[in-house]
């Protein structure tokens, strides 16, 4: 990942934290794919997706999440769950970086 991706990871890392989720772990990776970011809120798994784009032209950091991305995101999360004791309630979140905008927080996005 470029520093660019980094930087975009960790603010939304610190942004999210500071609204009360907790880190499980960053940037899990298998074979089908990779999730950003896998945090709790309360006793809920949440898989996020980290999306800057520097401008919102031509549908910004949204639009850049399709469904064969979400697909990808899904058969990911589901690769990560079957590694877990029991199976814990889960969402899938994306936090979006368009240009100079503040982060913007979707829930249950899949």
Not at 33 to 40: A, N, S, T, V
Not at 71 to 90: F, G, K, N, W
Request: with cysteine; aromatic share 6%; proline share 5%.
């Amino acid at each position: 990942m470029n520093e660019r991706g980094q930087q975009a990871e960790a603010l939304a890392l610190s942004w999210l934290q500071q609204r009360g989720l907790v880190c499980v772990t960053r940037n899990y990776r298998c074979r089908m794919g990779e999730i950003d970011l896998i945090m709790h809120d309360g006793t809920t798994l949440v898989f996020v997706e980290v999306r800057q784009r520097r401008s919102a032209r031509f549908g910004g950091a949204a639009a850049s999440i399709t469904p064969a991305k979400q697909a990808r995101l899904v058969r990911t999360a589901e690769h990560y769950l079957h590694t877990l004791p029991s199976l814990p309630p889960c969402r899938f979140d994306a936090v979006l970086l368009d240009g100079q905008q503040p982060p913007e927080w979707l829930q249950n996005i899949i």
